[in-house]
């Protein structure tokens, strides 16, 4: 039972342009999701998170939406550069959870120069 | 800060061998964390230390798989005997106590040949 869901395995974008990756959950008591970057070679590291009392977080040029009526959400990174391409994860926990993540398939996104 | 440490980097194993892998995590988190990453897939959590108790391993594979954190420190986890299908990269993570996400390091890629 996949509860979070990253249906596009990959992405390209040429630099400079906006790149929006999504991800979808199922479970309802998830509340607090994360977007996580991962470079090949090594571990994933945070990049930014939102809980569920919000519908919109930013962080320089990433921002995240979640729309918690349509259990989606979506990273907005723009405007894109070669040094974002990576493997990108969506996470999501609960406090029901212990906090543990749950994570996505990941999108590999590329930034085309 | 020092991050997550794991060992080894890499290990290559036969099927049915056994091997283990070492974790020390950043200091001052109660929180540990390994998980599975398997080529293609997200991170799978297969066990979660709050200290040196265990919170979750639920998705543990306990008739081959174990993992211990003696002193609410270091953990190690253990694969006897391993499959083909163990191959994957595994992950160790911290967290402070009731902190959401994670912080990663940089994995042990398993392959059983």
């Known amino acids: 039972d996949q509860q979070v869901k990253q249906n596009s395995p990959s992405l390209s974008v040429q630099e400079g342009r906006i790149s929006i990756l999504n991800c979808d959950y199922t479970?309802?008591?998830?509340?607090?999701f994360l977007w996580y970057k991962k470079y090949p070679a090594e571990g994933p590291t945070f990049l930014i998170s939102?809980?569920?009392?919000?519908d919109k977080n930013e962080d320089g040029r990433f921002t995240v939406f979640l729309n918690k009526s349509a259990k989606h959400l979506s990273l907005h990174i723009v405007p894109s550069q070669p040094g974002d391409s990576a493997v990108y994860f969506c996470a999501a926990s609960s406090v029901q959870g212990a906090q543990k993540l749950v994570f996505g398939q990941g999108t590999r996104l590329t930034i085309n120069p | 800060e020092a991050g997550v440490a794991q060992s080894p980097r890499y290990k290559i194993i036969e099927k049915r061998q056994s091997v283990a892998f070492w974790c020390n995590p950043i200091s001052g988190h109660a929180t540990l964390y390994w998980y599975q990453q398997i080529l293609g897939q997200g991170p799978k959590l297969l066990i979660q230390?709050?200290?040196?108790?265990?919170?979750?391993d639920s998705q543990l594979p306990k008739d081959r798989f174990s993992a211990e954190r003696l002193k609410g420190v270091d953990s190690t986890l253990k694969i006897q005997p391993a499959k083909l299908e163990d191959s994957a990269v595994y992950l160790c993570?911290?967290?402070?106590?009731?902190?959401?996400?994670?912080?990663f390091g940089q994995g042990t890629r398993l392959t059983v040949v």
């Open positions: 993570a911290s967290s402070l106590a009731g902190s959401v996400g994670a912080f």
């Open positions: 939102i809980s569920s009392i919000k």
């Open positions: 479970n309802s008591m998830f509340d607090y």
């Open positions: 230390f709050q200290n040196n108790g265990v919170v979750d």
